[in-house]
């Protein structure tokens, strides 16, 4: 079953090519949806997919890339968006609300 889910990452991430990183994991467990920085520097990520591989997802966000510091990470399960592909939003950007 389609799930979407809205994961937010904190930590030390910058200098270590998460966005990057994070999309290549996403194509390798069939994953779509977007990753961003928000002006906090944390990591936001939107991810569509099956189940199991956004489980597989989930954790490797915990984790991080090779250089990366997850201190937190909050999980939360939104409506879907329907996304071809995993795309890279560049910039830093407000959070935006639910739903």
């Given at each position: 079953?389609?799930?979407?889910?809205?994961?937010?990452?904190?930590?030390?991430?910058?200098?270590?090519?998460?966005?990057?990183?994070?999309?290549?994991?996403?194509?390798?467990?069939?994953?779509?949806?977007t990753?961003?920085?928000?002006?906090?520097?944390?990591?936001?990520?939107?991810?569509?997919?099956?189940?199991?591989?956004?489980?597989?997802?989930?954790?490797?966000?915990?984790?991080?890339?090779?250089?990366?510091?997850?201190?937190?990470?909050v999980?939360?399960?939104?409506?879907?968006?329907?996304?071809?592909?995993f795309?890279?939003?560049?910039?830093?950007?407000?959070?935006?609300?639910?739903?």
């Amino acid at each position: 079953m389609k799930k979407c889910l809205r994961i937010s990452i904190k930590g030390s991430l910058r200098g270590v090519g998460i966005r990057f990183r994070a999309m290549e994991a996403a194509y390798r467990m069939d994953i779509r949806g977007t990753v961003r920085y928000l002006k906090d520097y944390s990591v936001l990520i939107e991810a569509e997919g099956e189940e199991r591989n956004l489980e597989d997802f989930v954790g490797w966000c915990r984790k991080g890339p090779t250089g990366a510091r997850v201190q937190d990470l909050v999980v939360e399960e939104i409506p879907t968006h329907g996304y071809e592909r995993f795309d890279i939003i560049r910039g830093y950007h407000q959070e935006r609300s639910s739903g």
